[in-house]
Nanobody, 123 residues
Framework: VQLQASGGGLVQAGGSLRLSCAAS?????MAWFRRVPGKEREFVAA????????VYADSVNGRFTISRDNAKNALYLQMTSVKPEDTSTYYC????????????????????WGQGTQVTVSS
């Protein structure tokens, strides 16, 4: 399965942005991670395959919304009230087996990764 992330760009603090991820085939749990150069990869949000259960990092909870369209093999991240500290390269990820929600934030649970899309938030 190949993942293609898109939708990144430059946005002012307090604004909104929507990221998309297109998968070439069906997957189970899907997630967004982000990484700033020189820092570790950070979990952002994840969503289950059938239940649609979601898990968010504390840093984005209440501001970001993850969703998916299984018919289109697509994943989305609606970002609102963005902050300069949200500046990062965002990566979509997908698992090829079922994952319990407690494992949603673990990067090692994901088998497929997109190429990343850059989000820059100006103050």
């Amino acid at each position: 399965v190949q993942l293609q992330a898109s939708g990144g760009g430059l946005v002012q603090a307090g604004g909104s942005l929507r990221l998309s991820c297109a998968a070439s085939g069906p997957t189970y749990t899907m997630a967004w991670f982000r990484r700033v150069p020189g820092k570790e990869r950070e979990f952002v949000a994840a969503i289950g395959w059938s239940t649609g259960r979601t898990v968010y990092a504390d840093s984005v909870n209440g501001r970001f919304t993850i969703s998916r369209d299984n018919a289109k093999n697509a994943l989305y991240l609606q970002m609102t009230s963005v902050k300069p500290e949200d500046t990062s390269t965002y990566y979509c990820a997908a698992a090829r087996v079922l994952t319990t929600y407690v494992d949603f934030p673990r990067a090692t649970r994901y088998d497929y990764w997109g190429q990343g899309t850059q989000v820059t938030v100006s103050s």
